[in-house]
């Protein structure tokens, strides 16, 4: 069974860097036929795409973030990262990284497997 686990800071200041990590068990984020995502869904709002991470480490970005987003992975940890700069209270969210097969498509918000998401709050 493939668990994702996220991990990072709950609060982030406004202006400042969001950065958090995806642990994860049972799979590998090398695996051919995966895509690996993070996703996010704001308050009182459906599911946001914002990037992808193939097997081959191409990476595809929600235009409307690409300028602030930045995705990244550790094989040797099976960990891949979101980094989301100038962040404002609009980024308030619950943020998800998730595994999609690859008949999902690259820039999806449908998944397999998620974890079970991490709340982030920008605020002073």
């Known amino acids: 069974q493939v668990q994702l686990q996220e991990s990072g800071p709950g609060l982030v200041k406004p202006s400042q860097t969001l950065s958090l990590s995806c642990t994860v068990s049972?799979?590998?984020?090398?695996?051919?036929?995966?895509?690996w995502r993070w996703i996010r869904q704001p308050p009182g709002k459906g599911l946001e795409w914002m990037g992808t991470i193939t097997p081959s480490g191409t990476i595809y970005y929600n235009p409307s973030l690409k300028s602030r987003t930045s995705i990244s992975r550790d094989t040797s940890k099976n960990q891949f990262t979101l980094q989301l700069s100038s962040v404002t209270p609009e980024d308030t969210a619950v943020y998800y990284c998730?595994?999609?097969?690859?008949?999902?498509?690259?820039?999806?918000?449908?998944?397999?497997?998620r974890g079970q998401g991490t709340q982030v709050t920008v605020s002073l």
């Open positions: 998730a595994r999609s097969p690859m008949g999902k498509g690259s820039k999806s918000v449908e998944y397999d497997y």
């Open positions: 049972g799979g590998s984020i090398t695996a051919t036929y995966y895509y």
